[in-house]
């Protein structure tokens, strides 16, 4: 089955730093998402992408739909404390509903 | 307005015995998810529902494992003969159209189920 690769696993960074993360897929996705979890929560949607080289923004972060469809990237900028928590990408294919997730991404920022 | 909630949040039961988890979309969202979530992993999903009927399982581990919705509303998971593998939390979701549209998927927050 589809398969998507997140990394890196954990991050720990002083606040004010930029961070980046990234999804690699074996398979072409349609969709690129990111989403965010707190403990205890379900996941929250942070951005959507639709098109392959679609570069999105939504406040301090940015995203991008690689032109392969088999890749994406996260970077958050200036980032502060309440950007601790565990983000995920996630992909839809053509089996519509469905999301493969990533593995997580763990971010600890340091005041 | 309310969002999608689960319950019970946290089960914990013994091995062999059955168990059934509830979901309650958003108010007028067509489409329904359960995905499951082992620790310090990603999401797996399990079943799609299209209102009542459920059009990819595809995710079901096994036999086991089963769900329903009703009305187009409440939705449930029923895990047979549990098993300490089956410990996760199972996390539900619901969008407006589903189907062939992109629609966003909002999360519940899940039921924590310990298999001991």
């Known amino acids: 089955g589809q398969q998507l690769n997140q990394s890196p696993q954990s991050m720990f960074i002083q606040e004010g730093e930029d961070v980046s993360m990234n999804c690699t897929s074996s398979?072409?996705?349609?969709?690129w998402l990111w989403y965010k979890q707190d403990p205890g929560e379900g996941p929250v949607l942070l951005i959507a992408l639709y098109k392959a080289g679609e570069l999105t923004s939504n406040g301090r972060l940015t995203a991008q739909f690689g032109i392969t469809r088999k890749d994406s990237f996260l970077n958050i900028s200036a980032s502060i404390p309440s950007d601790v928590g565990i983000y995920f990408c996630a992909g839809r294919g053509t089996s519509y509903g469905k999301l493969t997730f990533g593995q997580g991404t763990i971010l600890t920022v340091h005041p | 307005g309310a969002g999608v909630s689960q319950s019970p949040s946290n089960k914990v039961t013994e091995k062999g015995k059955d168990v059934e988890l509830r979901c309650d979309p958003i108010?007028?969202?067509?489409?329904l998810y359960w995905y499951r979530q082992s620790l310090g992993q990603g999401l797996e999903f399990l079943i799609y529902?299209?209102?009542?009927?459920?059009?990819?399982k595809s995710g079901l581990p096994s036999d086991r494992f089963s769900a329903e919705r009703t009305g187009g509303s409440v939705s449930t998971l029923t895990i047979q003969r549990t098993q300490q593998e089956d410990s996760a939390v199972y996390l539900c979701?619901?969008?407006?159209?589903?189907?062939?549209?992109?629609?966003?998927?909002?999360f519940g927050p899940g039921t924590r189920l310990t298999v001991l």
């Open positions: 398979s072409i996705f349609n969709t």
């Open positions: 529902f299209q209102g009542n009927s459920a059009p990819d």
């Open positions: 979701a619901s969008s407006l159209v589903g189907g062939s549209v992109p629609d966003t998927q909002y």
């Open positions: 108010s007028g969202h067509t489409a």
